[in-house]
């Protein structure tokens, strides 16, 4: 077998190796059952069952009752609910309010500007990103339909530690980068969606964790297949379901469960990504954090050196030493080290030897 990758990929990402293992064993004979699940009728027993054991998994991890909230699958990627969220829930003479923390947040703005008014209720593009803002006081009106944010900011390396109270006004957010990586109070939020690619799973699927309430609110003006409440109502089989991506998840929120779920995971996370940002800050200059270290990501983490040849050496460089997805977005440039979930602390380990060693002859 060749020898795998320190993987940092910002997404597409690692994935847990015993999961990799698990699925290769099950690619050809799904449960003794003679047929593969790629194979299978998504009307079928065992499909209909790994939906269920996802949601109720899901659940189970982000502490949701189940008498509160419906987990939905579907295709289609974060970019999708993007989209089919304002389509939702932004009715006329109502105004969505969006938090905007980076690029994917005003992804999120663009879209919903397509379906509705919309408003920018805090920023802090001014600062290059460089911060979250600071939503704790944020005034939301009384015709908001929802209050969006983004709470982990994938290309810049960001994250916002504390969340607006919103009231009665949904608030409703993107955590495709930290889903399942720390622990918060995944109740303060009326729908989360999350790209399956970063932390839970492969690309192909998307989960939308959404309170029951908001399944009563969907536009009734829009297609069936892009109401939240089709799919609801439907187990998420209303159409076919990205079925192989469905049953990659569920052994990654398994793989989750065992590692001891969202507190443990924090607390290897915060570890891990300690260990880079030390890295950083001992290096004396030499690497520089780009983020405001109170609101920097345990999940991307991102850094700058002197030149964008000095950059461009080291991500060559770290590449032939066996590390994979160092560079940062082609939009932002710099480094950027992805440590989700599946990340061994390991790897992080090389990565830091790697940057000490790096600085040794270039510095
Ligand atoms: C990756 C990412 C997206 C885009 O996800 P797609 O599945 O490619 O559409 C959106 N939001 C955040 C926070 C992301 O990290």
């Given at each position: 077998m060749t020898t795998r990758l320190y993987n940092f990929n910002p997404g597409p990402a690692a994935l847990p190796l015993e999961v990799l293992e698990e699925a290769k064993e099950s690619t050809v004979q799904y449960g003794g059952r003679g047929i593969s699940i790629m194979?299978?009728?998504?009307?079928?027993?065992?499909?209909?069952?790994?939906?269920?054991?996802s949601e109720q998994l899901l659940l189970e991890l982000t502490g949701l009752q189940q008498k509160d909230y419906r987990v939905l699958f579907m295709g289609?990627?974060?970019?999708?609910?993007f989209a089919m969220l304002p389509s939702n829930f932004l009715s006329e003479g109502a105004v969505a309010d969006y938090i905007l923390s980076g690029s994917f947040s005003e992804k999120a703005l663009?879209?919903?500007?397509?379906?509705g008014e919309t408003r920018i209720a805090a920023?802090?593009?001014?600062?290059?990103?460089?911060?979250?803002?600071?939503?704790?006081?944020?005034?939301?009106?009384?015709?908001?339909?929802?209050?969006?944010?983004?709470?982990?900011?994938?290309?810049?390396?960001?994250?916002?530690?504390?969340f607006p109270e919103t009231g009665e006004t949904p608030l409703i957010v993107d955590?495709?980068?930290?889903?399942?990586?720390?622990?918060i109070d995944y109740n303060q939020f009326s729908m989360i969606y999350a790209g399956a690619q970063k932390n839970i799973g492969p690309a192909g699927i998307t989960a939308v964790i959404i309170r029951n309430e908001m399944l009563d609110r969907c536009s009734k003006q829009i297609p069936l297949i892009w109401r939240y409440a089709t799919y609801a109502s439907n187990d998420s089989l209303y159409n076919t379901p990205p079925v192989h991506a469905l049953y990659l998840t569920n052994l990654v929120l398994q793989w989750t469960k065992r590692q001891g779920g969202v507190q443990q995971l924090e607390a290897i996370n915060r570890d891990k990504a300690a260990l880079i940002y030390e890295a950083i800050d001992r290096s004396g200059g030499f690497y520089e954090g780009i983020i405001a270290t109170t609101d920097r990501s345990d999940m991307n983490i991102t850094?700058?050196?002197?030149?964008?040849e000095l950059e461009q050496l080291f991500v060559q460089e770290s590449e032939q030493q066996g590390f994979e997805g160092l560079a940062g977005h082609r939009s932002v440039g710099g480094i950027r080290a992805s440590a989700y979930n599946a990340v061994p602390r390991t790897?992080?380990?090389a990565l830091v030897e790697f940057m000490v060693d790096?600085?040794?002859r270039k510095g």
């Open positions: 194979e299978m009728s998504h009307r079928s027993k065992p499909v209909e069952q790994l939906a269920a054991a289609g990627g974060a970019s999708t609910q663009q879209e919903a500007q397509y379906i920023s802090s593009k001014a600062e290059h990103w460089q911060r979250t803002p600071d939503v704790r006081g944020l005034k939301v009106q009384a015709n908001t339909a929802y209050v969006h944010m983004t709470t982990n900011n994938t290309i810049e390396g960001s994250r916002f530690n504390a955590m495709t980068s930290d889903l399942l990586s720390r622990d850094w700058r050196l002197a030149s964008k790897a992080c380990q790096f600085q040794r």
